[in-house]
Each structure stands twice: as structure tokens, then as C-alpha cells.
């Protein structure tokens, strides 16, 4: 079973507490976009089996969102951060780089 750490209230449950909210960081485009990249932004996801970067949120404990980088493949959890967050913080880069080997 996959257990997370919300970075809100720092308790760590397991996925049935959670609601999953889809792939983090994704580049939403303004009113003036085209239909492709309106598109792309709402239906277009890479799902690659591997590391994602995802948003949750604590359904059942705070309410509030945040963010998880993990491998889907293994379930391995990297990190979670502040749902605020633009990019993922360096330090879970370095942690997926040191533990991938990449």
C-alpha cells in the first residue's frame, strides 16, 4: 500500500485517506490559447511508467493539497512538498538522481 507524508500536518497515511488530484506541474495556458494547447493542458498526459510528480490531497485528515514525487512502477516515495511549490524542490531531485542512478 503507498503511504504519503502531508507536508501540512506531517502525519503519513496510507493512499485510502487521500484523493489523488493527477500529474503536478502542469503548464496551464491563458484565455487567449489555442485549442491545441487547451487540449494538451486538459487531456494530454505522459504516463510513463516510472517517476511522476502527482497532486493529493488529505481527504480524510487536514483537507488540504499537496505534492509527491514517486516511481509508479515500485510505489517508491521520494518526497512530498507544499502544493505552492512551482518546481520540485532540489533536494527530492537529488534523491530520485541518487537513488536512479541518473
Keep these: 500500500m503507498l503511504s504519503l507524508t502531508c507536508p501540512n500536518c506531517g502525519l503519513t497515511v ?3 485517506e487521500l484523493a489523488p488530484g493527477g500529474e503536478a506541474h502542469l503548464k496551464r495556458f491563458g484565455p487567449a490559447s489555442s485549442d491545441a494547447e487547451f487540449e494538451e493542458y ?3 498526459r505522459d504516463n510513463a511508467k516510472g517517476v ?3 497532486r493529493w490531497r488529505h481527504a480524510y485528515g487536514c483537507g488540504k493539497w499537496f505534492l509527491a514525487a ?3 512502477a515500485t510505489l517508491e516515495v521520494f518526497g512530498t512538498y507544499s502544493a505552492q511549490t512551482t518546481e520540485p524542490p532540489a533536494e527530492i531531485l537529488a534523491r530520485i538522481r541518487e537513488r536512479k542512478g541518473a
Design 70 to 72: 514517486r516511481d509508479t
Design 14 to 16: 496510507e493512499e485510502t
Design 42 to 44: 486538459l487531456f494530454l
Design 52 to 54: 511522476h510528480f502527482e
